[in-house]
Nanobody
Framework: QVPLVESGGGLVQAGGSLRLSCAAS????????MGWFSRAPGKEREFVAS????????YYADSVKGRFTISRENAKNTMFLQMNSLKPEDTAVYYC??????????????????WGQGTQVTVSS
């Protein structure tokens, strides 16, 4: 059973918005740092945003700062990524991740223990 499942991806025009969701199943992540990563075609996985266990601390990649907002609802075991002012260069598969070991925001993908299968975001120009 995949512990994390992403949804909300799709095709959108440049300047548009999408809201990604990451639902946890089979276990709770209320005490875990969580994050979003992206992988564009032909590129390495990149950090997008991270949120601490309680939701009151966030950290963003420079490329998305001011456009994307990460949030979470621990009561629903769900995390979100609100993506505004989308650009063609945001096109990628987006993955959510959760850490079993850390509660504060994390940039390094190696420090996350659970990953979703990804959701495709395509931004047309």
């Amino acid at each position: 059973q995949v512990p994390l499942v992403e949804s909300g991806g799709g095709l959108v025009q440049a300047g548009g918005s999408l809201r990604l969701s990451c639902a946890a199943s089979g276990r709770t992540f209320g005490n875990s740092a969580m994050g979003w990563f992206s992988r564009a075609p032909g590129k390495e996985r990149e950090f997008v945003a991270s949120i601490n266990w309680s939701g009151d601390s966030t950290y963003y990649a420079d490329s998305v700062k001011g456009r994307f907002t990460i949030s979470r609802e621990n009561a629903k075991n769900t995390m979100f990524l609100q993506m505004n002012s989308l650009k063609p260069e945001d096109t990628a598969v987006y993955y959510c991740a959760a850490s079993q070991r850390y509660r504060s925001t994390i940039v390094a993908g190696t420090l996350y223990d659970y990953w979703g299968q990804g959701t495709q975001v395509t931004v047309s120009s």
